[in-house]
């Protein structure tokens, strides 16, 4: 996921490579606060290469268990 961003090129298909962790990411909450900037360095890639930047890619934030949720607040303070 992160190779594209230090080489600054386009990748082929956007909504699979905006997600493509997501789901590794959602089993190792603990992830969730270092894998949020990752996406807001990708987010900046997609508008630079005039990709739109879909609200679902960071649907992996919208945190549903408590567990998880006490995880990422602890982290992120």
Partial sequence: MIHPLPVKEPIMNQDLFA???DKAIKNFS???PIYKK???I???CYK???YEWKKEYDDIFNIESDS???IYLNIKR
């Fill in 48 to 50: 630079s290469w005039g």
């Fill in 68 to 70: 998880n949720k006490n």
């Fill in 19 to 21: 997600t493509y962790a």
């Fill in 38 to 40: 990752v996406k807001e």
């Fill in 42 to 44: 990708l987010k900046d």
């Fill in 30 to 32: 603990i992830m969730l």
